[in-house]
């Protein structure tokens, strides 16, 4: 089976602009989690996602959201981008288990 | 709220020598906990889940344990090649708990050959 993948792999924005981030989750897995690493912070959620439904949100700003598709895919959107923003996006998916396998993460550099 | 504390922040061992890392929690039912791996530049790679205390997992040179209020990663014999850090989340049953993981910062892990 092919892992979770997340696209782009890299990006570099400037202070202000919005970005839009994308995930593709296992195949059969429906749940989909946000999380931001940094080194400061360490792995911080984000949100949740089933069934195109929001399940569970962190404590992040309004500026930062989320939607999954039908297909399960997801997307993250953070707008008014911040210097603090620059992070590792990271992107898992689950199935009925507990278990979330990640994907290799999005590099978000803001200037 | 739920809290993890992962001890030491960095540990280095030469290739063979045993050790041990630690994950203290805090969590409102636990429902469960998770040890994963990550190398630099990569996401994290699952390792073990545990359920509930006493439990075991075992894979390789890895073994996890859970107690009711920790969990330790015993590492023996330890090859370079498992340098990285290890990061301890957990999942609780708790209102505001579920569906998500809250870890902590992580072991970085270096093995000298």
């Known amino acids: 089976k092919a892992g979770v993948t997340q696209t782009p792999r890299y990006l570099i924005k400037t202070r202000g602009q919005q970005v839009t981030l994308s995930c593709s989750p296992i195949?059969?897995?429906?749940?989909v989690s946000w999380y931001q690493q940094t080194p400061g912070q360490g792995l911080q959620f984000l949100f949740e996602y089933f069934s195109e439904t929001q399940r569970n949100k962190g404590n992040f700003p309004g500026r930062f959201s989320g939607r999954q598709f039908s297909n399960s895919r997801s997307e993250m959107n953070v707008s008014t981008l911040e210097l603090g923003d620059s992070a590792l996006y990271l992107c898992a998916s689950t199935d009925r288990g507990n278990e979330q396998y990640f994907g290799p993460g999005t590099r978000l550099t803001v200037t | 709220e739920d809290q993890v504390t992962q001890s030491p922040e960095a540990l280095r061992l030469q290739e063979g020598e045993s050790s041990s890392l630690n994950c203290s929690y805090t969590?409102?039912?636990?429902?469960?906990l998770f040890w994963y791996r990550q190398d630099p530049g990569k996401g994290p790679e699952f390792l073990f889940t545990?359920?509930?205390a006493g439990e075991e997992k075992e894979k390789e040179r890895l073994k996890a344990t859970l107690t009711k209020k920790e969990s330790f990663l015993h590492i023996t014999a330890p090859k370079p090649e498992d340098s990285a850090t290890y990061l301890c989340a957990v999942q609780g049953r708790g209102r505001g708990s579920n569906y998500k993981l809250t870890f902590g910062k992580g072991t970085l892990l270096t093995v000298n050959p």
């Open positions: 545990l359920y509930s």
């Open positions: 195949s059969g897995h429906r749940s």
């Open positions: 969590v409102s039912g636990l429902r469960g």
